[in-house]
């Protein structure tokens, strides 16, 4: 890095404090701000201070590092080294191509195999992903919605080649499609067949796969689109009352799959409203699962959720920056109260992690965890004047969403009226309005910038691997019984166009090698696929 500087003389600081969510600052707070909001103990109703008694005194959060890239022999060879480095949890980016559906070969596929996650076309993927690592011993994380599964089909088809039966599995797939829909884009099939899938996995994983969290209601995506974090309370729990309202109205019990439900939150830059953020959140759920659904169970009442620092948040610029925000970024979740965490790299602005940069975002998690004593009591901020009264502002504001949401139908019909994307698109504008005119400062790029050298050390993917890909995936063709395949796929759609569920025929078809694309080539034939409405 040159030390030539063209830093800017900082801005006199604004004269009106407020949060991203809108929230006055005042010079200090005092018991009279804190509100009405109804606190309890750690691991009692509404679970606001957290969800176990002892919290981390107990056991610390699942250290999650989300990884993934070029072939599944790479990707688990990372694995094996976050595992090395005191990883408690593996967490499985998959590349865009599996993420809508596609197998490598697939003309779609075309220039992004591997890129941005790993490849998994096929059982035999699977396999190599998960080679030499007891899945009866490791919790694992996979973020993929749309054919979520079908890869928890592939996931529970290795387990059994393993010698591990379903039922000692631990886990989650995000399985949350909604939030493809308002942020991502990462769907393939359009609403009611997508939501059948997804309560067809809640069904199944009860009794086949007992231990497994069968969806992650996402808030993260929707931060990263820009939103607010009260608006990321709010439309993450619309989400979820309409995934519970849909696997009710699919005939199950809600404390037959709500102990099996999950979040994930994303954690930006504002330290205490983060903070509070996942206070009123968890206070929030618990008030809709016992007095909206009628859950008896209070594991039906509790909001566990992971949550990853702001990829949005790092920059290109000045990148070693990356690592003090990622560490307030990250010691907010754990204040917070999260379930499990990952720390991004602090190159990931410019490209995938190299494993240096992995490692100091995993031992961030370790020197809060070992090191920072914020572990040794349960919730260490409860109590502050002004985390309780952004507590209840956030629980307000969320709240007067919901109610707006619920009016319009529902979280789908809002999604479809364009309501959620608006406000989501204003906020994001309102924030760039605040960057670009310097009201907002981000270190490194609009204020206390420098020259940089641009020769980094940066992880590329080889773009061989597609044709290597490709190579395997027509010797798989070449090597299976195709006419159990064509058999399969028969069946397969005969399935897709009633009413049964479907997980246990997707655990049949990959043991079979049908390749993911197969698969989900033939429920388009039956289900469609998804066009979002645009205007211009």
Sequence with gaps: MSSSSTE????????VFTTSSGIELKRAFTAEDVGD????????????RGVQPTMYRGRFWTMRQYAGY???????????????????????????PTQIGYDADDPM???EVGKVGVSISSLRDMKQLFANIPLDKVSTSMTINAPATILLAMYIAVAKAQGVASNQLRGTVQNDILKEYIARGTYIFPPAPSMRLITDLFAYCKTDVPHWNTISISGYHVREAGCTAAQEVAFTLANGIAY???????????????????????AHNQFLEEVAKYRAARTLWAQIMRDRFGAKNPRSWQLKFHTQTAGSTLTAQ???????????????????GTQSLHTNSMD????LPTEKAVQVALRTQQIIAYESGV???????????VIEHLTSEIIKQASDYIRKIDELGGALPAIEAGFVNMEIQDAAYQYLKQVESGEQVIVGVNQFTVEENSERDLLRVDPAIEAAQRAHLAELRASRDNSKIAELRAQLETAARGTENLMPLFVTCVEADMTLGEICHTLRGVFGEYRPNVSI
Excluded: H, M, W
């Design 375 to 385: 572990c040794d009591t349960v919730d260490p901020l409860a109590g502050s004047y």
């Design 70 to 96: 070029a072939t599944a022999e790479d990707s688990n060879r990372r694995y094996r080294y976050l595992l090395d480095q005191g990883q408690t949890g593996l967490s499985v980016a998959f590349d865009l």
């Design 348 to 351: 990931e602005a410019l490209a």
């Design 109 to 111: 596929a075309l220039g």
């Design 318 to 336: 000045q990148p070693e920056n990356n690592i003090v925000r990622v560490t307030l970024q990250a010691l907010a979740a754990v204040l917070g």
């Design 37 to 48: 909001v109804q606190i309890g103990d750690a691991g009692e109703y509404p679970f606001t």
């Design 244 to 266: 519970v309202q849909a696997a009710i109205d699919a005939g199950l019990s809600v404390d037959d799959f709500a102990p099996q439900l999950s979040f994930f939150f994303n």
């Design 8 to 15: 800017k003389k900082p801005q006199e600081r604004k004269s």
